[in-house]
């Protein structure tokens, strides 16, 4: 068993979470895993081909950032981790599930399966099968809205948000440290959010970088970088509405490596036999989910029926969402070079 970091402290009631609030969390987190549970099942009977990672258990990573963020106006930058990212942005769980069919009713029309889920509407920029692709990207899109507001006076970039989410074998890569750079020299309005789950498929990342803290190499660059508890949700909205205040206010990124673990293997082709039998019960037994339904009852913000009322309205959702997917058409295959470039919309 890889040993355990020490987590950073967070007393809760400081994060003033209202019953509304509470509920919305509750209900993003219950959406990205009763939709990868589905998936799982849908993957296992045939109906997707080709790669499938899953998010379960880093649940509270993208609804703590996404959900401290205005989905639909900020920016969200993905990996191939990517259904449970575009469902918090705001993207409908049919058309990502359309999308893994591969059905022409998918946020990508189809063309991008798992690992490629798009949304102009909701600023979805994009999920990546290659490690770390992501974050030229965002830095790129962080840079426009800077560049937008400031050089050409656009108010509707006024004080746009970038997101980019990926994992800590990423944060090894060349691209993370010239992305950094960048950003703090630009000062430009983007959060990078590493997933630490520990694991790179089956390299842990205690074995693979040189200091295991990810949010410290934030620090060379004269940014700020923090450390979070990636399986309590009101930890991690609270440290990401600090890094989107100070984006916002023009002062700049913010690292945040959130300690989290996934609950499966690597994707759905992983028999998952590398990490120990103890890791993972001493990781399942610290839930997002199950945590923020305890944090909501104890504390009267929501009853156990309003929670479970969630829950069934979500399980139909999916339901529909399989549904709607089952029943929409393959893309045409005379279609098959229509997207290819910007101007065949
Ligand atoms: C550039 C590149 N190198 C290698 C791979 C093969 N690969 C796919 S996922 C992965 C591990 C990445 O781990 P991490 O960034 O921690 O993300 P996680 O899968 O844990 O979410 C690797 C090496 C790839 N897709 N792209």
């Given at each position: 068993m890889v040993q355990e970091r020490a987590l950073p402290t967070f007393v809760a009631t400081s994060s003033e979470i209202t019953p509304d609030v509470g509920l919305r969390l509750y209900e993003d987190m219950i959406l990205g895993r009763y939709f990868e549970d589905k998936c799982a099942e849908m993957y296992y009977r045939g109906k997707m081909f080709g790669f499938v990672h899953l998010y379960n258990g880093q649940e509270a990573v993208s609804t703590g950032v996404i959900q401290a963020m205005r989905p639909g106006e900020d920016y969200v930058c993905s990996t191939y981790r990517d259904h449970v990212h575009a469902l918090s942005a705001g993207v409908p769980a049919k058309e990502v599930m359309a999308e893994l069919f591969g059905k022409a009713t998918g946020c990508s029309k189809g063309r991008g399966g798992s690992m490629h889920m798009f949304s102009h509407e909701h600023k979805l920029l994009g999920g990546y099968a290659f490690v770390a692709e992501g974050i030229p990207v965002a830095t790129g899109a962080a840079f426009q809205t800077k560049y937008r507001r400031e050089a050409l006076k656009d108010e509707n970039y006024a004080d746009q948000v970038t997101a980019c989410f990926f994992g800590d074998g990423a944060a090894n890569n060349g691209q993370f440290f010239e992305c950094l750079n960048m950003a703090a020299l630009w000062k430009l309005p983007i959060i990078y959010v590493v997933?630490?789950?520990?694991?790179a498929i089956g390299m842990a990342h205690d074995r693979a970088t040189s200091d295991p803290q990810i949010y410290k190499k934030a620090h060379a660059f004269g940014m700020a970088g923090v450390e979070v508890d990636g399986m309590d949700v009101l930890a991690v909205r609270a440290v990401a509405k600090e890094a989107v205040e100070r984006a916002r206010a023009g002062e700049g990124p913010t690292v945040i490596e959130a300690l989290t673990y996934r609950f499966r293997g690597h994707s759905l082709a992983d028999p998952d036999e590398l990490r120990s039998k103890e890791e993972k019960e001493f990781w399942f037994s610290r839930d997002p989910i199950k945590k923020l339904a305890n944090y909501l009852t104890e504390h009267n913000l929501a009853t156990e029926s309003e929670l479970k009322e969630i829950e069934r309205k979500i399980s139909q959702l999916i339901d529909e969402a399989v549904k709607f997917a089952e029943e929409s058409p393959e893309p045409a295959a005379n279609e098959l070079y229509r997207f290819v470039f910007a101007e065949d919309q």
């Amino acid at each position: 068993m890889v040993q355990e970091r020490a987590l950073p402290t967070f007393v809760a009631t400081s994060s003033e979470i209202t019953p509304d609030v509470g509920l919305r969390l509750y209900e993003d987190m219950i959406l990205g895993r009763y939709f990868e549970d589905k998936c799982a099942e849908m993957y296992y009977r045939g109906k997707m081909f080709g790669f499938v990672h899953l998010y379960n258990g880093q649940e509270a990573v993208s609804t703590g950032v996404i959900q401290a963020m205005r989905p639909g106006e900020d920016y969200v930058c993905s990996t191939y981790r990517d259904h449970v990212h575009a469902l918090s942005a705001g993207v409908p769980a049919k058309e990502v599930m359309a999308e893994l069919f591969g059905k022409a009713t998918g946020c990508s029309k189809g063309r991008g399966g798992s690992m490629h889920m798009f949304s102009h509407e909701h600023k979805l920029l994009g999920g990546y099968a290659f490690v770390a692709e992501g974050i030229p990207v965002a830095t790129g899109a962080a840079f426009q809205t800077k560049y937008r507001r400031e050089a050409l006076k656009d108010e509707n970039y006024a004080d746009q948000v970038t997101a980019c989410f990926f994992g800590d074998g990423a944060a090894n890569n060349g691209q993370f440290f010239e992305c950094l750079n960048m950003a703090a020299l630009w000062k430009l309005p983007i959060i990078y959010v590493v997933e630490n789950n520990k694991w790179a498929i089956g390299m842990a990342h205690d074995r693979a970088t040189s200091d295991p803290q990810i949010y410290k190499k934030a620090h060379a660059f004269g940014m700020a970088g923090v450390e979070v508890d990636g399986m309590d949700v009101l930890a991690v909205r609270a440290v990401a509405k600090e890094a989107v205040e100070r984006a916002r206010a023009g002062e700049g990124p913010t690292v945040i490596e959130a300690l989290t673990y996934r609950f499966r293997g690597h994707s759905l082709a992983d028999p998952d036999e590398l990490r120990s039998k103890e890791e993972k019960e001493f990781w399942f037994s610290r839930d997002p989910i199950k945590k923020l339904a305890n944090y909501l009852t104890e504390h009267n913000l929501a009853t156990e029926s309003e929670l479970k009322e969630i829950e069934r309205k979500i399980s139909q959702l999916i339901d529909e969402a399989v549904k709607f997917a089952e029943e929409s058409p393959e893309p045409a295959a005379n279609e098959l070079y229509r997207f290819v470039f910007a101007e065949d919309q």
